[in-house]
């Protein structure tokens, strides 16, 4: 059984620092295009940022790219989203999703496995 669980949200200050995790059991990761995904109050879900369980390669989403850092720990199956110098626009549920996909970066929401999110708010 799969297995995703985030966690680290918390309410914050504008300016402040947190690190989501999302723990994965259930699967090999190898391979796996895993993802962090954000939905705020009355908007649209956005991806922020991506990487390839196997690989170096890493995209990320032009609202986030100089705040946020995503990594991975292989040895823990954990999935990790650094986040900086946080803003109230940053407020939303945040989800970690992942699909195998060799070779490439980001799942497809459509076709991936959930986590259950975890809440951020920012304050201003």
């Known amino acids: 059984q799969v297995q995703m669980v985030e966690s680290g949200g918390d309410q914050v200050q504008t300016g402040s620092s947190l690190r989501l995790s999302c723990e994965i059991s259930?699967?090999?990761?190898?391979?796996?295009?895993m993802g962090w995904f954000r939905q705020a109050p009355g908007k649209q879900r956005e991806m922020i940022s991506c990487i390839n369980w196997s690989g170096p390669a890493i995209f990320n989403s032009a609202s986030t790219k100089d705040r946020f850092t995503i990594s991975r720990d292989n040895a823990k199956n954990t999935l990790y989203l650094q986040m900086n110098d946080l803003k109230p626009e940053d407020t939303g549920m945040y989800y970690c999703?992942?699909?195998?996909?060799?070779?490439?970066?980001?799942?497809?929401?459509?076709?991936?496995?959930w986590g259950q999110g975890t809440e951020v708010t920012v304050s201003s």
């Open positions: 999703a992942t699909e195998w996909r060799e070779g490439r970066i980001c799942p497809r929401p459509e076709s991936a496995y």
């Open positions: 259930g699967l090999t990761l190898d391979g796996y295009a």
